[in-house]
């Protein structure tokens, strides 16, 4: 059976709209990711509503506190039986190993390594001077495989480097753009910058176990035409 890789990032502010959105596109989508956005805005009410369309829902709550509160935080959703859940590797060691131990059977725990709107200048203003964000992003991935996460949130253009090091990890891609999208750039719909996009085909024949796609979906003209033809690519 082929199971569709797509979580669907929905990113609105309004419940009913997210709602909306969600059953327009279900058949052609894996399972719906629900950011800090929205679960500080709807919480568990939220998603339990969202649990009604019969989706997988991935929590991408980024929590990141000490161990004893991290754990705590899991039990508290364990309720909502998320199937993926991220936490930031830069909590360490216990803190990864007890979220995971607090995480439901079913739940996958996946790291954040180094948020993509990081820098050098920025990691080097908190301390963190000795690595570049790819070599500190390596070095977190490797930390929570030792920590026994599941895996990490990881671009399309390190996905084959990570999968090859970490066989059996569990690797979240955001940041997609459909190929169409990127053949219409010169038109102006989408990105003109080719080198940097990889598109959810790309990213899946790359190792990628969830493909985290957002707006190149909810900001369609016609939702359900984009997520069909996502589904198409895979
Ligand atoms: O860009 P798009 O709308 O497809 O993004 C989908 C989701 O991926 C969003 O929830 C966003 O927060 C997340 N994302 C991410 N890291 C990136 C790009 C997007 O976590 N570098």
Known sequence: MNHNPVYLALDLPRL???EALARKVAGHIGGIKLGLEFFCAHGHHGVHELHKIGLPIFLDLKLHDI???????MQAIHV???????????GGRAMMEDAKAAAGEN???VAVTVLTSLDGDDLAAIGVSAADPHAQALRLAELAHSAGLDGIVCSGHEVGAVHSQWKDGYFVVPGLRPAEGRANGSA??????QKRIVSPREARDAGASVLVIGRPISRAEDPLAAARAIEATL
């Open 67 to 73: 161990p004893n509160t991290v754990a705590g935080a």
């Open 188 to 193: 102006g719909n989408g990105k003109g910058d």
């Open 80 to 90: 909502l039986q998320p199937s993926i859940v991220t936490v930031h590797a830069a």
């Open 16 to 18: 009913d709209a997210a």
């Open 107 to 109: 739940c996958k725990v």
